[in-house]
């Protein structure tokens, strides 16, 4: 019986130690196009940014206690479901931009509001979050990318 189980253990060692050969001769072969072809370029993939996902949760986290219902500083709500409608294609209170334009960052309030270049477009006030730190370079880059793409309500 001990005997038996030795054996059908000692196969099924050599069964996989066939397999793993297997999977070695298969991936040892060679990866590259065929000569003379040029090598086409590893692609980075961008993933797109999600209204929802990515950019709420920064309104959320920085800005809602000042821009909600009850208290919309210059206008503005940012609250959950209401931040969509209170940006995109709206006028700014403060400057002749749209508050986002989708598109074009460059002539997005929001963006000068959050990067601090308001004063340089004809705005006013503070950079935003008024009180607190600038808002992290990550954190722009989302919000630039997202208008950029078209200020989807995704
Ligand atoms: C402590 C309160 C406070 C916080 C926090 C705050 N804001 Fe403001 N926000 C204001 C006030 C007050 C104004 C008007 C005066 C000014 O612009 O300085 C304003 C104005 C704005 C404007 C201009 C709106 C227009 O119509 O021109 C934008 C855009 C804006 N805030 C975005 C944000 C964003 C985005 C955040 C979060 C990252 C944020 N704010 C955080 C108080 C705040």
Not at 25 to 48: D, H, L, N, Y
Not at 96 to 107: I, K, T
Request: aromatic share 4%.
């Amino acid at each position: 019986m001990l005997l038996k189980a030795r054996k059908l253990a000692r196969q099924g060692v050599s069964v996989l130690l066939i397999l793993g050969g297997l999977v070695g001769v298969a991936s040892c072969r060679p990866g590259g196009p065929p000569k003379g072809q040029p090598e086409v370029p590893e692609m980075t993939v961008i993933p797109a940014v999600s209204f929802v996902q990515d950019i709420q949760p920064i309104f959320g986290s920085r800005c809602v206690f000042c821009h909600q219902t009850g208290a919309s500083q210059a206008g503005l709500n940012v609250g959950l479901g209401l931040a969509y409608k209170s940006l995109v294609k709206v006028p700014s209170t403060e400057s002749r931009l749209l508050r986002v334009a989708p598109g074009d960052p460059e002539n997005s309030y929001l963006l000068h509001k959050l990067l601090g270049t308001h004063l340089q477009v004809g705005g006013q006030g503070e950079q935003m979050p008024l009180g607190g730190p600038p808002l992290p370079k990550d954190d722009l880059e989302k919000i630039q990318k997202w208008i950029q793409d078209g200020a989807p309500e995704n």
